[in-house]
């Protein structure tokens, strides 16, 4: 009887252990101007409320329409140097250093054109040459200067994350939930997903990259410990005059890149850097964004042009599977 009784309840520890290892938990946080999910299996409510805070005092720090917000700070300076947080220090030099290596494609000063489009709340507006030659004038990420703990970013010039926030949110709650001792979640942040290790059944994780033509999948991917982020002209655009005008902006003309590429999905163990490839590889065009993969390296991308063809680079071919069964391999 005894040995039943211990029996029993190493099987009642075995489930329950199993039950908490497994066990589930889903959040919807809306912030950055997005719908985000956070899925974590094995942690507790409590995990899920930081996860929580946490986005919260992202987008408090970053946004550039909030006034109380660092990034608004920074662009009232004035020209004066002033101390930042960490995580503003590390955003800014991350994003300068992808605006060094993508040639400009990625500039966190476009802020003004990126206003003047009505990108940054307000209308939706096409503005002419001459205005956006005057806009440009105040663009260029490389004057902004940086020392320890401090930015200073010279007077008229304004900074905004759009292009890679999320990115970096998706890498500090990665961080967070590895230092909560959870080993398997994903989170979807607008066009962003982000997962941590495997799935608990210990298969990757399915992301479903979304077909720039339609409602539907472009194809599937199978990832773990990654980050899959895509820019597409298709997430935020308006019409005028029977023209389609989408977000994701040309520094070299201040107007919507039309490289030829319709959507860029990059998968990379950074969050921040994907987000920021993303968007740099959508305004390069297929030939330099391929270019770019080669050279750097670091990264895998699914490029798909507005003739619809889909090119994948090597080192994830094998995990992506299109739903029409066409692409082209990157070698
Ligand atoms: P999403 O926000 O839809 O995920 P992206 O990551 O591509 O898309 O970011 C696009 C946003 O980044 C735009 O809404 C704009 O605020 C900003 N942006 C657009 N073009 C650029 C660029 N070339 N460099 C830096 N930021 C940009
Ligand atoms: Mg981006």
Redesign the pocket.
Known sequence: MKRIITFTLLICFLLSGCTKQNSKLTKTVLAMD?VMTLTIYGGTEQHMDEAGQLIKELDDLLSATKDSSETNLINTSHGASISVSDKMMHLIRRSVELGDSTNG????T?TPV?RAWG??GGDHRVPDDSELQTLLEKVDYSKIQTGDGTVALPEGMEI?F???A??YAGDLLMELFSSQGIESAIVTL???VQALGLKPDGSKWNVAVQDPFSDGTLGMLQVDDKAV????GY??YFEQDGETYW?????ATGKP?GSGLVSVTIVCDSGVTA?GL???L??MGLEDAIEYWKTNGGFDAVLVTDDGSVYVTKGIAGDFEPENGQMQIIE
């Open positions: 997005t494609a990625l500039d966190i476009l990126i990108f940054l905004s759009g292009a890679v999320k990115g607008g066009g962003n982020v895509t820019s597409g997430e935020r977000h994701i902006i040309d520094p890149a987000d993303s968007t740099a959508f305004v």
